[in-house]
């Protein structure tokens, strides 16, 4: 109570000072006008006072002196200190100090002179009066109090009927009841009341009673009974009571509270009358029967749901809906009449809202507004709260609407003026209102536009300062439409044009707050109140109910039943609906087709709903075997394609929610973007496709849409516009781009790790091919000035962005074309000039242009040493043409021209169809045609440009500082393979860029060696792909075997087409010589050598990969052979030799792996049906028939034997930069390094072309080898002359070799019983391996010289020596001797009539052989009877060939007798300058530039080789294990290659003179 503290100093000098202080406080105090402080505080400084008495630091006569020197100032200051004295009273009797007691006691008695003592009585304890001695007994004052208090407060008094006349009341009702139209006031007649209320002794009580009655009865009155009644009463308690007791007559059951004591009550309410909490206690029913009341209703909804939900019997099915109709007459019996209610409804319909809500607030939420009544009248008032601002803003143009009167009430909610306003009270109101707001559409529709309204300043203002009021606004806004407009659709029954001008509103806001607000909508609105349970349920039961009756044939019915539904509920319908695509797959076509009764609304909630569906954590995207995906995605996906592409539905949210799954990794949901593009754009990607369709594909846009696709997909301008638009206004194109190319490793690299291969290869493919078909889009929709805008440089892609270079090129390609062409024009306008070839120097000076930053941006994709070989021009030019630039399809225009003309024959002929129709079908069809027609002229003159800009390029293309097959190498590496498997159309581009290099007689390319790099080894290409790209590899390699195929087909065609090409020369004079004579050129029947040894590569190749039980080297290898079917096998022994493997892999397959058998059948189908297209051997290239013998055909058949044929390839011969420099790792130490186990199978295979003999015949085989071996070794004893001294040392140290090799060969067949698998594969490795360090040691001419040549030479040592023994027995311990080799070649190029390639070889040959055979312990197929055989063959030849040729062969001897000694020198010098060149460059001394000449050299440094080679094994055990497929570019040579490299630089100059010895003694003995 204390809040006035009296100063200390007041006290200690009060007779002095403190005394007149504290009366002038007091002066103060009660001077002031607030009468309610003034008391507090005067009651505060007579507490502080008294206080000082009590506690004894003030005299009591002092302070009883002061305190009625006080009472003069007010009337009513005795009743202030009794009050005091009170409070006193009570805190003095709880102190223990009694002395405190004491004075507190002395006190009031010394101020009972000024204090009445009846005031006292009032307020003391009687305790404390008997001590003042003002009642003598406490115990008896206190009975006297219980008395009267029972008199005054529960005995009832009797009044005398008889003295209270009945004419008062009469003349009161008169008086209340009469016309109140004219003067009369409330005060007037308040007068008269009380004159009635004198005069007849009327009761007051019974007097407010009869005029509430009346008030009730005219309830219109307000104005005149609200100021009469608040004049009459005196206490509003009273009043309540009587309220209270009026509501409590009508509470029994069958009464009905009347509406007009509902308003009385309501108006009391609001004009502070009476208080709302003395009221509410009177109202029936209580709050808690109201709380268990809406529970009951919560729990009664959901067990209909489940009801609803559950599967019922019929009988069943009937009892419960008896029941539920009883239930529902029992309801409707017995109305309940809840007061609070009717209260609440009274309230709002005056607009007394501050009521409302508190009334509102002690109920359940919507529980008040899910009564109508309540719900209207609220409507109502916020009907009159948002008028002025709905009139103002969002009145639709040419509407009229009805105006509301106002409320006459002045304290109802103030109306808003402006969207500010809108927060005061309307918010609020419309929370509170919630989902049912359904029952008023109209008001429905004023808030949508009051929303739309806003979000046009929203959008519009973009000042700072209202920034943050529009922020919050649009917050206000969301929640409304969250928590009020959308369940109110869900209440209302199926009304579209609501739902229409919803979505004016929804359209307004971003994709992200419109899902969430479906998202809300779906998983938590219908949860909140039993209404929308039950809505809910019987939603779901009547989509059931449709979607099984939903065929093809029901569509149009079944759509309007679908439209109806989801006008209110569209969350439920859809969820229900994909989930029964997501089982059942053939109801997209049904369900698509009966979605055209939608809303634009329903629309975007149907997107929603499938991303929501797609982005399901609880369903795996993986069928359970995990090799496949999952069906109920690619259900969806399907579903996506033909909704959004028939249908306006916004694309961006799942556009970004692919991106969103892209950038964490996950690349499943790429099929749906797959499925988008196709059905909007019309591109299809797919590798099935046939020929004619391919070649479609090559024209222009109107060509493939026509004839490029499976399914005609028609009229995609407007879908394939909207996508363009929602990619170009959400900035996701690129980025789209970037993350599916990123994302092609990151499925191997990063998903893959616990994935199935076989899944892992599809998602890879999916990605892949998603990708093109995405970029395939933007290229054909994009204008120029967007795509090169949204497309950075190919430098920027590639190092910043880290796209790989193919998908990088397929990007960037687009944007060369676009600005070539618009550079082009403007070039065409600035000079205008008719004449064609001034059209083509403005190409290519467009072309110079555009491509020029192009060419200095690739430099820096490739290390420096790349561009020795290729120029940056020709590596940008590759990379920037299409099939489009090549080759115009003249036959795939006319075909598509003759089916228009058919089509409009068919049309022409047919009476059903209208005239109009007719017409306009004819008009379509012809400009078909026009526009086909238009499109082929256009692509003609634009391939002759192009071809023209090639020509003028081409002498620039290939720089060959290093040697051809380095260039080769690069051009496969960097150019070919990365883009033949990238798209069907990019395999045949590469195939025909192979085939114009070769046109256009490119300087420094050889076509031949780049066909033998192709077609030799496919192996380790055809393992790495994957299902798609191992089609599109086949396909490739198909186009490559056509052009081989027509050029063996016909000499004249040869002739025509490669006879004087430089890309078919085997001698090159010099780097940059374009030219040859005859003599250089390869001729026909040795290409036809050629040709055969190919396929012979391509079924070795295809007999391994088929034998080696691997799931991804079977198929592929399946699906490229099914590929080149028409162009292989055409050599009938190679067909049996596969048709056999093929028919094993069937056998073995078909119960463990059902796909690879459907593959092997499909392919053996085909390949028996090609079997009468074979030809025998000797019509396919230039053989005679070999002796038969016993052996048999399986074995004869080469590549169908026991093992693969082994010889000596370009790869090894030449030296080539890929093979040769993977033979180096693998020749490395592997004397003893173990092999892993992951090389053990390419141990097995790897011979001089990574392939080997198989270990389940290698005992039998090594026996046959050494019995054969033996033969030749006394043959060529005999053969071989000793006249010279070299010729004698070789002989030495072949039998030393022989021994030594005897001796390994015994120890590694005893080894091979005793040792593991691993073992052996190690050993293989290893002769292998020393077999190849030989054979580059004995290359004894230039490389530069010889690379192309050994092509030749060795198909032609295989066809006429090694094949006679099938394959040659490469792997023979004992060594041929020198110069019987060089015999046996002399005698092989008497067979030719001509000066072939092999003449100038002969000398490398030889002395490649022995060293092949003395190094190589382990055996191919050969078996002794095929040796002999051949033996005899080759005798026969040599007889024959001797008489017929001997007069030409003296001439052509003596010729290149003398052109050889010319070369061989010179070449020579230019070898030992290009190694010290190579090695300044480099670093390293390159083994291959630095072979030794000398045949009796070379078996020196061989045999020294073998020496060292165990001292470096430890080194080299790492090595061993290297990749193989690695490119030759970044390899480095090891430090053994380096020392041996050293040590023959050193015999470089000898080398040359042992050589011209080598000749002199092959000549002798010829």
Not at 752 to 769: R, T
Not at 900 to 917: G, T, Y
Not at 986 to 999: G, P, T
Not at 1475 to 1487: A, C, F, I, L
Request: glycine share 6%; charged share 30%; hydrophobic share 30%.
């Amino acid at each position: 109570m204390a809040t006035l503290i009296l100063p200390g100093d007041w006290i200690k000098n009060w007779e002095k000072s403190g005394k007149h202080d504290f009366v002038q406080l007091c002066k103060v105090l009660t001077e002031k006008t607030n009468h309610g402080s003034t008391i507090q505080d005067i009651q505060s400084a007579f507490y502080e006072l008294c206080w000082q008495v009590v506690q004894g630091n003030l005299k009591l006569d002092l302070a009883a002196c002061v305190l009625g020197d006080m009472m003069e100032f007010r009337d009513d200051m005795p009743s202030i200190l009794a009050d005091v004295f009170s409070i006193l009273d009570i805190e003095t009797s709880a102190l223990e100090e009694k002395n405190k007691r004491d004075h507190y006691t002395q006190l009031v008695g010394a101020c009972l002179f000024f204090v009445p003592e009846s005031i006292l009585k009032e307020r003391l304890d009687p305790e404390t009066l008997e001590s003042l001695g003002l009642i003598k007994q406490a115990h008896q004052f206190n009975q006297k109090i219980v008395k009267i208090k029972t008199k005054l407060f529960y005995k009832q008094q009797k009044f005398n009927l008889l003295r209270e006349e009945n004419e008062g009341y009469a003349k009161l009702i008169t008086e209340l009841g009469q016309d109140l139209s004219g003067n009369i006031t409330s005060h007037v007649v308040l007068e008269s009341i009380k004159s009635l209320i004198g005069c007849f002794n009327l009761d007051p009580n019974r007097v407010l009673d009869i005029i509430l009655e009346v008030y009730e009865d005219r309830s219109d009155q307000d104005e005149f009974f609200l100021p009469l009644i608040k004049s009459y009463m005196c206490e509003p308690l009273t009043l309540c009571h009587i309220l209270g007791f009026k509501f409590k007559f009508y509470q029994e059951p069958s009464e009905e509270t009347p509406k007009s004591l509902y308003h009385i009550a309501a108006a009391l309410l609001h004009h502070n009358l009476i208080e709302l909490e003395d009221l509410y206690a009177h109202l029936m029913p209580l709050d808690g029967t109201i709380v268990e009341e809406h529970k009951r209703d919560i729990s009664e909804a959901k067990q209909l749901a489940r009801k609803l939900i559950m599967v019922v019997l019929p009988s069943e099915k009937t009892d419960d809906k008896d029941k539920e109709k009883e239930k529902e007459e029992e309801k409707n019996d017995k109305p309940p009449d809840n007061q609070k209610l009717g209260l609440l409804e009274a309230l709002l319909r005056i607009g007394d809202w501050h009521h409302a809500q508190i009334i509102m607030d002690q109920m359940p939420s919507f529980y008040a507004t899910s009564h109508k009544a309540i719900a209207l009248a609220l409507c109502q008032l916020v009907h009159l709260t948002v008028e002025p601002v709905y009139r103002r803003a969002c009145v639709p143009k040419g509407a009229k609407g009805c105006k509301l009167c106002p409320l006459r009430n002045k304290r109802a909610p103030r109306p808003a003026e402006c969207f500010e306003d809108l927060r005061r009270d309307t918010f609020s109101m419309l929370g509170y209102l919630g989902p049912h707001l359904a029952h008023d559409p109209i008001l429905f529709a004023k808030i949508v536009r009051l929303g739309k309204g806003f979000m046009k300043e929203y959008q519009s203002d973009a000042r700072s300062e209202v920034k943050d009021k529009m922020e919050i606004l649009l917050s206000c806004f969301l929640s409304i439409a969250d928590q009020v407009l959308l369940p109110s659709i869900s209440l209302m029954e199926c009304n579209a044009c609501i739902s229409e001008e919803l979505w004016g509103l929804f359209k307004l806001f971003p994709y992200q707050h419109r899902y969430r607000l479906y998202g809300q909508w779906k998983n938590e609105t219908y949860l909140s109140h039993p209404l929308l349970v039950k809505v809910k349920a019987q939603t779901v039961e009547r989509a059931k109910y449709i979607m099984k009756r939903l065929t093809k044939e029901s569509v149009k019915p079944s759509g309007r039943q679908i439209g109806k539904l989801s006008h209110s509920n569209p969350t439920i319908v859809f969820d229900y609906i994909l989930s029964q695509i997501q089982w059942y797959d053939n109801l997209i076509g049904p369900v698509v087709d009966s979605l055209k009764y939608l809303t634009s609304l329903n629309y975007d909630v149907l997107a929603y709903c499938i991303i929501e569906a797609l982005a399901n954590p609880e369903k795996e995207k993986m069928k359970h075997d995990d090799t496949t995906i999952s069906s109920w995605l690619q259900s969806l996906a399907s579903l996506c394609g033909a909704v959004f592409r028939k249908y306006p539905i916004e694309l961006a949210g799942l556009l970004q929610y692919v991106t969103n799954q892209l950038k964490a990794g996950k690349s499943f949901d790429l099929l749906i973007l797959k499925e988008v593009v196709q059905k909007m754009a019309g591109i299809e990607i797919t590798d099935e496709m046939t020929l004619e369709q391919l070649e479609a594909m090559t024209g222009g846009e109107q060509l493939k849409a026509e004839g490029g696709y499976f399914g005609q997909i028609r009229n995609t301008k407007k879908s394939s516009q909207r996508l363009k638009d929602v990619l170009l206004d959400h900035e996701l194109a690129l980025p789209l781009c970037l993350l599916m190319a990123q994302q092609r490793n990151g499925v191997v690299f990063l998903e893959g790790g616990e994935k199935h291969l076989k899944l892992v290869g599809k998602l890879y493919d999916q990605c892949h091919d998603t990708l093109v078909q995405f970029g395939g889009f933007l290229a054909s929709n994009l204008s120029t000035e967007d795509y090169i805008k949204r497309v950075p440089s190919i430098d920027i892609l590639c190092n910043t962005f880290h796209t790989p270079h193919d998908a990088a090129f397929f990007l960037s390609r687009p944007m060369y074309a676009h600005q070539i062409l618009s550079k082009y024009d403007e070039l065409k306008k600035a000079e205008k000039s008719n004449r064609q070839q001034q059209k083509v120097h403005k190409y290519v000076a467009a072309c110079e242009q555009v491509m020029a930053s192009v060419h200095e941006a690739v430099v820096s994709l490739h290390p420096p040493k790349v561009w020795d070989d290729l120029r940056p021009q020709f590596y940008a030019t590759f990379w920037s043409l299409t099939m489009y630039d090549l080759a115009v399809p003249h036959t795939a225009y006319e075909r598509e021209v003759n089916k228009l003309k058919v089509q409009i024959k068919a049309i022409e002929d047919n009476p059903e169809i209208q005239l109009n129709k007719k017409k306009k079908e004819k008009e379509r069809c012809t400009a078909l045609q026009d526009k086909l027609q238009e499109e082929e002229k256009k692509q003609l003159e634009h391939v002759q440009r192009v071809l023209h800009r090639l020509k003028l390029e081409k002498d620039n293309w290939l720089m060959a500082k290093s040697t051809k097959n380095e260039t080769i190498t690069k051009f496969l590496q960097l150019c070919i393979f990365p883009r033949c498997i990238f798209s069907a159309i990019d395999a045949v581009y590469c195939a025909r860029f192979v085939e114009l290099v070769h046109q256009q007689k490119t300087p420094n390319f050889c076509t031949l060696l780049c066909y033998d790099r192709v077609f030799s080894a496919i192996i380790y290409t055809v393992a790495s792909c994957t299902e798609n790209e191992s089609r599109r590899y086949g396909r490739f390699l198909c186009c490559m075997l056509e052009t081989v195929t027509r050029w063996h087909s016909d000499r004249a065609i040869y002739e025509k087409e490669c006879g004087n090409y430089p890309g078919f020369m085997t001698i090159f004079r010099a780097t940059g010589f374009d030219g040859g004579n005859k003599a250089d050129q390869l001729d026909y029947e040795n290409f036809r050598h050629v040709v055969h040894k190919w396929h012979y590569m391509l079924t070795k190749a295809s007999v391994h990969c088929l034998e080696t039980g691997e799931y991804t080297h079977i198929r592929n290898i399946l699906i490229v052979l099914t590929k080149i079917l028409p162009c292989y096998p055409k050599v009938l022994n190679l067909g049996q030799a596969l048709e056999c493997r093929v028919h094993k892999i069937c056998l073995e397959e078909k119960e463990k792996r059902p796909d690879l058998y459907a593959l092997a059948m499909g392919y053996s189908g085909q390949l028996k049906s090609r079997k009468v297209h074979m030809v025998p051997e000797n019509e396919f290239h230039h053989k005679e028939q070999p002796v038969r013998s016993a052996t048999p055909a399986s074995q004869q058949n080469g590549p169908g034997s026991t093992g693969k044929p082994t010889t000596n390839t370009s790869k090894t011969d030449e030296g080539t930069s890929e093979e040769g420099d993977r033979g180096k790792d693998k020749s490395q130490g592997t004397q003893k390094g173990p092999l892993n186990k992951a090389n053990s199978t390419a141990a097995k295979v790897t011979t001089s072309n990574g392939n080997g003999a198989l270990n389940s015949t290698k005992p039998i085989k090594e026996r046959d080898d050494k019995e054969k071996s033996g033969k030749e070794k006394k043959d060529k004893k005999e053969k071989t002359p000793g006249s010279t001294p070299e010729a004698k040392g070789e002989t030495r140290r072949e039998k030393q070799r022989e021994e030594r090799g005897g001796k390994e060969e015994r120890v590694a067949r005893e080894g091979k019983e005793k040792t593991p698998k691993a073992d052996r594969d190690k050993l293989k490795a290893d002769d292998k391996s020393s077999k190849e360090d030989k054979a580059k040691a004995g290359n004894g001419e230039s490389q530069e010289m010889s690379r192309d040549r050994d092509t030749i030479k060795e198909s032609k040592s295989k066809e006429k020596g090694e094949r006679t023994a099938a394959s040659g027995s490469l792997k023979s311990p004992v060594p041929r001797s020198e110069s019987a080799e060089s015999e046996r070649d002399h005698k092989r190029r008497k067979v030719e009539s001509h000066s072939s390639p092999a003449h100038s070889s002969s000398v490398k040959d030889n002395s490649n052989e022995p060293k092949d055979s003395a190094s190589k312990h382990h055996t191919n197929y050969n078996s002794v009877a095929r040796s002999k055989s051949r033996e005899k063959e080759l005798d026969k030849k040599e007889s024959e060939n001797t008489q017929q040729g001997r007069s030409k062969e003296k001439k052509e001897d003596k010729d290149r007798k003398e052109r050889k000694r010319d070369h061989t020198v010179g070449e020579r010098e230019s070898v030992t300058q290009e190694t010290k060149r190579r090695k300044d460059e480099n670093g390293t001394n390159s083994s291959k530039n630095s072979k030794s000449a000398s045949p009796s050299s070379d078996s020196a440094l061989s045999a020294e080789k073998e020496k060292k080679r165990p001292k470096s094994s430890s080194k080299e055990k790492g090595e061993s294990a290297k990749p193989e497929r690695t490119s030759s570019g970044g390899k480095k040579e090891s430090r053994h290659d380096k020392e041996k490299s050293d040590k023959k630089d050193k015999r470089d100059s000898s080398g040359g003179k042992e050589e011209k010895k080598h000749h002199k003694s092959s000549e002798k003995h010829r």
